[in-house]
């Protein structure tokens, strides 16, 4: 273990004690179930995702509601898939489009993950205003964040 | 003496050919141009397809069965260079013109089944399933790359000819070919026609996928 791996470890580690949050490490103990995990959360965002983008491209005619509803589970699924990426989910397998870079440049893929709930948060925020104009661009602010974040971290 | 070589509807191509793929190039990739990206990437689709078809029915200069040869003519053709005075493409341009054509229809089309697993599906990317998409999307990214080597290598041609002394460039404005050699003036088609095959063209896959 590199040193400065070995002080993000006890950094998260002092971290988690001294908030007295007791986030467990994730139930896997094997690769090819933290991949899927994770991969099922990601694919439920992309659906959910999906439908606003139709809406959001006026493919599909504007649903206030509805519209709401999906940006809110994106959210919450934006804090579902990231701690399989820890433990046995390290483990490069076949199945997975992880690319081996995210373990190299941890805190870069944890600043974009937080950057990306933030972005979440600001679209279900914009969503209550029922108002496209205000909700679009927080929108593409998301889809900014899925793409950069694809870029160099996941298998074409 | 001058010849007139290209009709209109070649010339005008050509630089909507230009005007498109940079458009493609500038849009391409980038999140917020995506519903423009795909919007050009059907009209370089309708004006392929054009192209392609007036190579069959369009001018003699245009057609695919007056410049494409063998390897054998193209052997010839590099070891002596001036001892055919081709009508249009010489036998080595010709191949770079199918090359790019080639890549530029494959471009195109890979793109109607493109997915960016974040939210956006081509025109027809739900008619194969993902591992396709997936594919698909992959050599879509790539193929770009040998179309830009291509574009490369016909901008120095370019060049080479001009430093040379021939003006290709001007050529493809005016449609007229400067030679001391006499030249058969080819049987040309009214550009008109390539341009209402044209709109045909953009109506129906407009109306399809767009």
Known sequence: ?156 | MKVQVWDGFIRGFHWLLLVTFAGLWYTGGNIDFIDQHELLGLFMLALLLTRIMWGFVGSESARFSTFVKGPVSVWRYLRDKSATTPLTHNPIGAWSVIALLTLLLAQALTGLFTDDAIFYQGPLASWVDNDVNRLLTRYHKQIIDGILILVAIHIVAIFVYRIRGTALTWTMVSGKRQTSEPLAQPKLVHGAWGYGLLAVNCLWIYLWLG
């Open chain 1, 1 to 156: 273990m590199t040193l400065s791996r070995t002080l993000c470890f006890i950094a998260t580690l002092s971290l988690c004690l001294s908030l007295l949050n007791t986030a467990q490490a994730n139930p896997f103990t094997d690769a090819e179930d933290a991949v899927k995990y994770r991969q099922q959360a990601l694919s439920m965002m992309r659906d959910n995702f999906g439908i606003m983008s139709a809406m959001a491209r006026g493919d599909r005619d504007y649903d206030a509601e509805q519209f709401k509803q999906r940006a809110k589970a994106v959210y919450h699924l934006s804090y579902i898939p990231w701690d399989a990426f820890q433990g046995v989910g390290e483990r490069v397998t076949e199945n997975s489009d992880a690319l081996p870079v995210i373990w190299e440049n941890w805190s870069d893929f944890e600043s974009r993950i937080s950057n990306f709930q933030q972005a979440v948060q600001e679209l279900v925020e914009a969503a209550d205003s029922g108002n496209m104009r205000e909700i679009r661009p927080k929108f593409m602010t998301v889809a900014r964040n899925c793409q950069q974040c694809h870029q160099g971290y996941r298998a074409d």
